[in-house]
């Protein structure tokens, strides 16, 4: 069993930055991919980005990418989202997903309880 803790969501102003992290219980957390989605109101949930245990693997949804980097820290059992030049359309909830493989998927092992993530333009 794995449990995801997310934090560091918050309110910030269009062009600011948020570092998101997920503390991840159990002892095999290298062993899983690890990843965020998120889910604005109304819509469904979208993928944000993943990387695999050794961090050797990493994928972003392209409204992300150059904007947003995930990183982990085996040691701490911890998986991290940097996220700059935040635009309103960033605003969602943000969720931590865990996975046995290379990547997270929406059918993800285990999930967070969710990070609200707010940008005003």
């Known amino acids: 069993q794995v449990q995801l803790v997310e934090s560091g969501g918050g309110l910030v102003q269009a062009g600011a930055s948020l570092r998101l992290s997920c503390a991840a219980s159990g002892r095999t957390f290298s062993t899983y991919a690890m990843g965020w989605f998120r889910q604005a109101p109304g819509k469904e949930r979208q993928f944000v980005s993943t990387?695999?245990?050794?961090?050797?693997?990493?994928y972003y949804a392209e409204s992300v990418k150059g904007r947003f980097a995930i990183s982990r820290d085996n040691a701490k059992d911890t998986v991290y989202l940097q996220m700059n030049s935040l635009k309103a359309e960033d605003t969602a909830v943000y969720y931590c997903a865990a996975r046995r493989g290379v990547v997270i998927t929406p059918a993800s092992d285990y999930w967070g309880q969710g990070t609200q993530v707010t940008v005003s333009s």
């Open positions: 990387i695999s245990g050794s961090g050797g693997n990493i």
